[in-house]
């Protein structure tokens, strides 16, 4: 019911900068939460960022607190991932995940918590 498409992935050498966007479409007023996750080769996929969808409330990885940014466009149904700073450890695919779910409470963190996710997309970082 809700289809997200990322884009703005690429190659950034160390300590560039990249902005991610994830477009949502389908039923998106059901949405109630954002997140950027992102998976390396032979690694499980970690959570980076995530925003409430109408209070705006973020969260982030301690390993990207300070230099990615999330933001989203409620207009647009888009969510943005401001990357910073960037460095190797960095590179990865990104997924962008929505959260349609309704509970009493759940983890930003936990890709469990999210129930829609796009193709991902490319970032990666040399030096």
């Known amino acids: 019911q809700v289809q997200l498409v990322e884009s703005g992935g690429g190659l950034v050498q160390a300590g560039g900068s990249l902005r991610l966007s994830c477009a949502a479409s389908?039923?998106?007023?059901?949405?109630?939460?954002m997140g950027w996750f992102r998976q390396a080769p032979g690694r499980e996929r970690e959570f980076v960022a995530a925003?409430?969808?109408?209070?705006?409330?973020?969260y982030y990885a301690d390993s990207v607190k300070g230099r990615f940014t999330i933001s989203r466009d409620l207009a647009k149904n888009t969510v943005f991932l401001q990357m910073n700073s960037l460095k190797p450890e960095d590179t990865a695919l990104y997924y962008c995940?929505?959260?349609?779910?309704?509970?009493?409470?759940?983890?930003?963190?936990?890709?469990?918590?999210?129930?829609?996710w796009g193709q991902g997309t490319q970032v990666t970082v040399f030096s």
């Open positions: 995940a929505a959260r349609t779910r309704v509970s009493a409470y759940y983890d930003s963190g936990s890709p469990g918590a999210y129930d829609y």
């Open positions: 389908g039923r998106t007023f059901s949405m109630n939460a």
């Open positions: 925003t409430h969808w109408f209070d705006g409330n973020t």
